[in-house]
């Protein structure tokens, strides 16, 4: 059966393959996350709708997917030819499909584990969200003063600002055209 990149969103048309996380011949649950796509605006989670063994991905690391197209292929009847512990298999890149010039760049190639991405914002969904406000997942209690950021009032500031700053204004010493206050 194949699943299709499903809708991000009203104004999203397209994301782009961030990573695989479940392999080719690799059994997945229902709910297993199988791949992340991300957008201008979100990553998603791709999850499997049902239990089964991954076939076929329709495409690679870094390849742009529109929503709608075919995304990867399931078979409920499989039997799994990679074990879910081992890491993913990673998946080609455009980069390393392309024939190389110089046998010096393949020595300088970078270890594919460096080219998996991780995305920078985290989906957490309406679960995840009730799971925060609520006791399950308790956010950490650091006491803040309460004036924290704050200047502190010296005693003769703080009379000035109960009394309107009348206290502390300057007493004038003659009152004419040119006012002169006393220092």
Do not use: C, H
Request: proline share 8%; hydrophobic share 40%; no cysteine.
């Amino acid at each position: 059966m194949t699943i299709q990149v499903p809708t991000m969103g009203d104004s999203i048309t397209e994301g782009t393959i961030v990573e695989w996380t479940a392999a080719v011949g690799q059994a997945v649950e229902t709910d297993d996350v199988v791949a992340l796509i991300e957008t201008d605006k979100v990553t998603v989670d791709i999850k499997a709708d049902r239990n089964g063994v991954i076939t076929k991905q329709f495409g690679a690391v870094d390849d742009t997917v529109e929503v709608g197209s075919s995304l990867y292929e399931i078979d409920t009847n499989a039997e799994a030819t990679v074990s879910a512990d081992a890491p993913p298999a990673p998946t080609p890149t455009k980069e390393e499909d392309a024939p190389t010039e110089a046998p010096a760049a393949a020595a300088v190639s970078v270890p594919p584990t460096a080219q998996l991405r991780t995305p920078s914002i985290t989906f957490l969904g309406k679960e995840g969200w009730m799971r925060r406000l609520s006791a399950q997942e308790a956010v950490p209690d650091t006491p803040i003063s309460s004036m924290y950021g704050r200047p502190v009032f010296s005693e003769t500031e703080m009379e000035a600002l109960i009394l309107g700053g009348a206290n502390v204004a300057p007493s004038v010493v003659s009152m004419s055209s040119t006012t002169v206050f006393e220092k």
